[in-house]
């Protein structure tokens, strides 16, 4: 938009009495090129010279949404003048624009979350381009809403905002579930048929509605303009397509806020593995919940960054006076050694709020110290070793020593009798895994005579858990996993080797040495789209996978374990120096495989409804769009 500013020079001698002269701006209409004053021109933008050219202007770009609107005539003068601000095309209010920068097209309220929590990582785009699958959601044991979301399939249908129409007010359409892949949904509004050039990829907790929503929220149904020509009668279509589909049941929000509610609150007192001395427990204070990861305090720290992030349901945290029943050493604050089991102004977190080990019968065949098997390190946990059973606690718990490993005070951890992190001898050889062996022993280690030299008996096969297969995790599976080591950290991953119920977890973008065995049922794994549907900040794949910089880990940086241990480039967050708290700043409201869908039983979808669609009279009447405000200010008529 041209302009031109006009300002009168008082005479000389009138110098003392003029002290301030208004300037007149001159504007030029976008529509037919008129040139006046521009605080007389119509919209509050002042683009145009009356309110008959804005309407013209908004009809001519709403019906030529392919074409380049009519150039406005500029002199020669004007196209070369810098000062000149031509007439920029109209740009409609849809994604679709977007196609080459954005590589999949995502609800607003999706594309905000992606942009805050995930670096711009998009995980559809991501699946899509990669042709993986992500793993569902009934694979996760402790995952929130596992039988609200396991039922979700290709028969539902649900209503969407419509991204394919020029309006600022939101519209919304009806659209069937193509794809599911974790939290993450892939939808075609219908209408479409097999043009896929409107999928759209959402999170489960964000912007989706059950069928019927709009009808008793009174707001119309509009489709997409790529497809508005298609069906003469869409009250008709919609009939026909909705009328034996399934939907979403109209609690669906409310049970997704429920669901990610948990007992654990803050300011509770729990016993947590000091991050360290693995050797021994201190007693921490819960900072902060997110969906069951707690961020605890040790109360004995006077450094604000003593803090450790854990899932309530992992085997490192545990009720007040845990310690000292089964015989296991504990740190406590100087000033209230002799009575640290209540603390006034603090609740104890209750035992049932926490992992709790199976039960085990002290009758049949014991562990005893000495021992020899083989376990999966902790400081480096994508590795199997030599180990020792050094301490036999009450409870079936057990203190384990990976043998070779000379800093005393890291040299045992404890662990359940029942813990899959810890093997019979012979495990790696059966399996095909490489084991660790003990310094000093090179690669033609041999058990047998390994037994025979340190005059240890092998733990009996007897002593161990059944390894037996009891998830659905495939190898290549997506999801999202804590990194043990930098528990603040939640990255890309992906199920790289699965042995019965022990998966080792890949971090995508990084070497093999991040790895991490680890129990299908652990805490630590999260379906695609957690961090997105809680609010948690989410580590996309590491770019410059041939040169990591420096690693650091949740242990003490000084600690010669660590340096000795510890080798290689450290996961950090691309977030330009931002703090280090892995959850958003704003209170996050729940948001929002590539698996292609299957048939389900209606009998077997796990919690959610198994109706009808409403019928059409449950439906919202589908608008012709009046009324409809646009960018410019000015009203609309898409005809739907």
């Known amino acids: 938009m041209a302009t031109i500013s006009r300002i009168v020079k008082p005479d000389p ?25 521009r605080e007389t021109f119509y919209s509050t933008k002042k683009r145009f010279c009356i309110k008959s050219c804005a309407h013209s202007y908004s009809a001519r770009h709403r019906i030529r949404t392919d074409k380049k609107p009519p150039p406005i005539r500029q002199s020669q003068d004007e196209k070369q003048s810098n000062c000149v601000d031509r007439p920029n095309k109209r740009r409609r209010s849809s994604l679709l624009n977007n196609k080459e920068r954005e590589p999949v097209l995502l609800l607003p309220s999706d594309a905000r979350k992606v942009k805050d929590l995930t670096q711009n990582f998009q995980w559809g785009c991501y699946l899509d381009s990669t042709g993986t699958i992500a793993a569902p959601v009934k694979c996760f044991a402790h995952a929130p809403l596992e039988n609200l979301f396991s039922g979700i399939d290709g028969r539902f249908k649900i209503e969407v905002p419509n991204i394919d129409i020029p309006v600022t007010a939101t519209v919304y359409w009806i659209a069937q579930i193509i794809k599911v892949a974790g939290y993450k949904i892939k939808f075609r509004y219908l209408g479409m048929g097999d043009d896929k050039s409107l999928d759209v990829w959402a999170n489960l907790g964000g912007d989706v509605k059950w069928v019927g929503w709009s009808a008793i929220s009174q707001i119309s149904l509009c489709c997409p303009l790529t497809c508005n020509k ?16 399934h939907t979403l049941p109209p609690s669906y929000i409310d049970d997704i806020k429920n669901g990610l509610k948990f007992p654990v609150k803050e300011n509770m007192r729990v016993e947590i593995m000091d991050k360290q001395q693995l050797s021994r427990n201190r007693i921490g204070i819960v900072d902060k919940v997110v969906s069951g990861r707690l961020c605890i305090r040790y109360e004995d720290g006077n450094n604000p960054d003593d803090i450790f992030w854990c899932h309530a349901k992992s085997t490192v945290i545990h009720p007040i006076g845990w310690s000292e029943a089964i015989g296991h050493e504990l740190k406590v604050k100087e000033e209230l050694k002799g009575n640290y089991k209540n603390v006034h102004d603090f609740e104890n977190a209750g035992a049932d709020l926490l992992y709790q080990p199976p039960k085990v019968d002290e009758n049949i065949e014991q562990f005893k110290e000495g021992m020899k098997l083989e376990a999966i390190d902790p400081l480096k946990l994508a590795n199997i070793c030599v180990a020792t059973v ?5 409870g079936g718990y057990l203190m384990i020593s990976i043998d070779g490993l000379d800093i005393i005070e890291n040299k045992c951890f404890c662990h359940h009798r029942t813990s899959t992190s810890i093997f019979p001898p012979g495990f790696c050889e059966t399996n095909n895994v490489k084991l660790t062996p003990p310094a000093g022993h090179g690669k033609d280690f041999d058990w047998k005579q390994y037994l025979i030299d340190q005059n240890a008996p092998a733990a009996p096969f007897s002593l161990f858990v059944s390894n037996e297969q009891k998830h659905s995790f495939r190898e290549g599976m997506k999801c999202e996993a804590v990194d043990l080591l930098e528990p603040t950290l939640i990255c890309v991953a992906t199920v790289a080797r699965v042995i019965g119920n022990v998966l080792r977890i890949h971090f995508d973008g990084w070497e093999d040495d991040y790895d991490q065995w680890i129990d299908a049922a652990s805490p630590n794994i999260f379906p695609v789209g957690w961090c997105e549907l809680v609010g948690h900040l989410l580590q996309p794949p590491n770019e410059d996978t041939g040169k990591p910089s420096k690693k650091e880990s949740c242990f003490d940086d000084h600690s010669d374990m660590y340096r000795k241990r510890r080798k290689g480039g450290k996961r950090v967050r691309k977030s330009g120096g931002k703090s280090d708290d892995p959850v958003a700043t704003d209170e996050a409201t729940p948001s929002e495989e590539k698996v292609e869908e299957t048939a389900h039983s209606p ?10 669609v409403p019928a059409p009279n449950m439906l919202s009447p589908i608008s012709n769009g009046e009324n409809l405000s646009t960018d410019d200010g000015t009203d609309q008529n898409t005809s739907c």
């Not at 701006?25 to 040139?35: D, F, L, Q, S, W």
């Not at 009998?603 to 009808?612: A, D, E, F, R, V």
């Open 13 to 37: 001698s009138e110098m003392e009495t003029v002290t301030a002269v208004t300037p007149m701006v001159i504007a030029k209409c976008e529509c037919c090129g008129t040139e006046g004053d």
């Open 230 to 245: 298609k069906q003469s009668d869409w009250k008709t279509f919609l009939y026909d397509e909705i009328l034996q589909a």
């Open 390 to 394: 050094a301490k036999v606690l009450k």
């Open 603 to 612: 009998s077997k979808t796990n919690g959610i409804s198994n109706q009808l």
